[in-house]
């Protein structure tokens, strides 16, 4: 695999597993009754979960760069 494609792939895991761990932290202060703490790590996780699509789509692009329609 093209060294850019799998970067593309491992950041998207990347921002993935951090986006999952924001979304973890403001469940636990939802719960807390922490609701700006809770809206805050939810609105941190959706921007690494917008990064992680970026590279998904720059992966996909590589992907037919390199492979072509297959």
């Known amino acids: 695999m093209p060294e850019k494609l ?3 792939h491992t ?3 990347e921002h ?3 986006a999952a ?3 973890r932290k403001a469940a636990e202060h939802h719960s807390a009754g922490k609701h700006e703490m ?3 790590h939810a609105h941190v996780a959706h921007g690494h979960h917008l990064h992680a ?3 998904a789509s720059e992966a996909a692009k590589r992907h037919v760069e390199v ?3 297959k």
């Open 38 to 40: 809770a809206a805050h």
């Open 21 to 23: 761990k924001h979304h």
């Open 6 to 8: 799998k970067e593309h």
């Open 53 to 55: 699509m970026h590279h």
């Open 11 to 13: 950041k998207a895991a």
């Open 16 to 18: 993935h597993e951090h």
């Open 67 to 69: 492979h072509g329609n």
